[in-house]
């Protein structure tokens, strides 16, 4: 039976069952012959994504570029939306050395790599330039894959799914219409930290709970990127979309590093370069894809059914959601621990002192 048959007999308990029952099917994957002598390796790589969106497209291209650079010696299957289990389980199935390669936001993984909270600090860039400007310094980049090295993995490339923004059913114009807000956010205490400081009240909650939970009102509204909100259509039951920009999606591509090292110096090459490749063109994805989500989500050009109103935020409104995030600030700033890393991504905004 092939492997992706046994996925899809399987897929819900492989989410659960941890690293042993994934290392069984991922093994399924390796050392297929190609009947003329060539050994070719067929890898797994996971996201917790619809294969639909930017952190899809991330995976496919990198699986894509490597098959392509290696003349189809090494091969990759890419399996989306979880089914190997969600974020939590692809992060420990990558530390477990069971599935080689994962793309993910990087918010979950602060849990595992704490200094990574970084990523977490709100309101920092006003477009994507500013941030690309960022992940594009080497040195910054360097002290960036040490934190990941740190905890056993490595990380290949980042890219983004643009910015987190907030869907909801309150209209939202200036500061105090944040108030008693009742947010579902993921269960990251930063992202947490920062909603309670705006005065809104968040609550985690599983994503997959979570159309139902905007339908009957269980929360007034929720904070994803575009594409997340175009693939699970969660316009249908939101009134606005606020563009608070309030983080960027960052994407990560990791490994595990001894995974890494492990490999011969020519296939290390190769993962390099596809993932270098995957990297600008996820970036791309992320900026070309971005309008037709605002014409989806608008309706504009649709003659029925429910869809989102699109609210502006002001400067004033961007400045005064920064002001209230400055004990979140120093909170990340002293988990960094390195005033140098922390400074060469938020020094735009904030100087140790005040928010400029």
């Known amino acids: 039976m092939g492997l992706k048959k046994i996925m899809n007999k399987t897929g819900k308990l492989l989410a659960l069952s941890g690293c042993a029952l994934i290392m069984a099917a991922s093994l399924l994957m390796t050392g297929c012959g190609e009947g003329n002598g060539e050994q070719t390796y067929a890898w797994v790589m996971a996201t917790a994504s619809p294969e639909d969106t930017v952190t899809g497209l991330f995976a496919k291209k990198f699986a894509e570029e490597v098959e392509t650079l290696?003349?189809?010696?090494?091969?990759?299957q890419v399996y989306h939306n979880s089914t190997l289990g969600g974020d939590t389980e692809l992060i420990e199935s990558v530390q477990c050395g069971d599935i080689p390669f994962v793309v993910q936001n990087t918010a979950p993984e602060v849990s595992y790599l704490p200094r990574l909270a970084l990523f977490d600090l709100p309101c920092v860039f006003s477009n994507l330039d500013e941030l690309h400007q960022v992940l594009d310094d080497e040195v910054f980049m360097n002290k960036v894959n040490e934190i990941y090295n740190a905890g056993g993995y490595r990380l290949l490339g980042m890219a983004d799914q643009n910015f987190r923004v907030m869907s909801t059913n309150e209209k939202i114009e200036k500061f105090e219409d944040f108030k008693g807000i009742k947010i579902r956010t993921m269960e990251n205490s930063n992202h947490m930290a920062f909603w309670n400081g705006l005065g809104a009240g968040p609550a985690p909650m599983a994503f997959a709970e979570l159309y139902v939970a905007l339908e009957q009102h269980t929360v007034d509204a929720q904070e994803n990127p575009y594409e997340v909100i175009c693939s699970s259509k969660f316009y249908e039951v939101q009134d606005y979309v606020v563009e608070t920009n309030h983080l960027p999606h960052l994407l990560a591509l990791i490994t595990s590093d001894e995974f890494y090292q492990n490999l011969p110096d020519d296939e290390k090459?190769?993962?390099?370069?596809?993932?270098?490749?995957?990297?600008d063109y996820a970036r791309e994805m992320a900026v070309e894809r971005t309008d037709s989500r605002l014409v989806e989500i608008t309706g504009a050009e649709a003659t029925s059914g429910h869809y989102s109103e699109l609210l502006?935020?002001?400067?004033?409104?961007?400045?005064?959601?920064?002001?209230?995030?400055?004990?979140l600030y120093e909170d990340i700033r002293?988990?960094?621990?390195?005033?140098?890393?922390?400074?060469?991504?938020?020094?735009?905004?904030y100087d140790g002192t005040t928010m400029k």
């Open 269 to 279: 090459a190769i993962v390099d370069e596809a993932a270098s490749i995957a990297t």
């Open 70 to 76: 290696s003349d189809g010696k090494l091969k990759i």
């Open 312 to 327: 502006p935020v002001s400067d004033e409104l961007r400045t005064q959601m920064r002001g209230a995030s400055v004990d």
């Open 334 to 349: 002293a988990t960094v621990a390195d005033d140098d890393l922390f400074f060469a991504y938020c020094g735009n905004v």
